[in-house]
T-cell receptor, first 118, second 111 residues
């Protein structure tokens, strides 16, 4: 199973709403990531979790709040978003650096959640 | 500050010919490089990678070349097939986590 599953696939939310994006993997990966991708732009790293602990926050606004409740799940809680936050949000996972000595660092991506903020 | 650059937004090649996609990087701390392929409405799919201790890695029709002194890598696809038409992203990582992506190159392989 090399699948990363993201739900929902599409989400429309108002600027006052609170919603959550979910990501799940069962590959035993202990590093998980959130990326944001705007149209015709590359994916931009937002957060990195290593062994369920936040290790990188790329200066993301606090209206995005990540959570890693266990080794298979990664959530992204959304609150008071702006229309410019509309994008494709991608979750990815990989083996953790400590587990594999820098080999096989490729990350597997989910299909993404297409978020529209109205 | 774009640390990974793909200067060609698009590339068109004839089926059966070679496709060469290029990527440059600025961060000398990067030590692992990857190529991802992306179709519309899907997440990126891993294609091939190379560690900085190597200068070439081959997997079937795909070969990645790394020139550390020039901070340049390239992806060769031989022979190119229409199904290879997609956006190709170059990515790089260092000992900390998380990949940085280039802007992507849209490859079109014409039958």
């Amino acid at each position: 199973d090399t699948e990363v599953t993201q739900t929902p696939k599409h989400l429309v939310m108002g600027m006052t709403n609170k919603k959550s994006l979910k990501c799940e993997q069962h590959m035993g990966h202990r590093a998980m990531y959130w990326y944001k991708q705007k149209a015709k732009k590359p994916p931009e790293l937002m957060f990195v979790y290593s062994y369920e602990k936040l290790s990188i926050n790329e200066s993301v606004p606090s209206r995005f709040s990540p959570e890693c409740p266990n080794s298979s799940l990664l959530n992204l809680h959304l609150h008071a978003l702006q229309p410019e936050d509309s994008a494709l949000y991608l979750c990815a996972s990989s083996q953790d650096l400590r587990d594999r000595g820098r080999r096989d660092t490729e990350a597997f991506f989910g299909q993404g959640t297409r978020l529209t903020v109205v | 500050d774009q640390q990974v650059k793909q200067n060609s937004p698009s590339l068109s090649v004839q089926e059966g010919r070679i496709s060469i996609l290029n990527c440059d990087y600025t961060n000398s701390m990067f030590d692992y490089f990857l190529w991802y392929k992306k179709y519309p409405a899907e997440g990126p799919t891993f294609l091939i990678s190379i560690s900085s201790i190597k200068d070439k890695n081959e997997d079937g029709r795909f070969t990645v070349f790394l020139n550390k002194s020039a901070k340049h890598l390239s992806l060769h696809i031989v022979p190119s097939q229409p199904g290879d038409s997609a956006v190709y992203f170059c990515a790089a990582s260092e000992r900390t986590y998380g990949m940085r992506f280039g802007a992507g190159t849209r490859l079109t392989v014409k039958p």
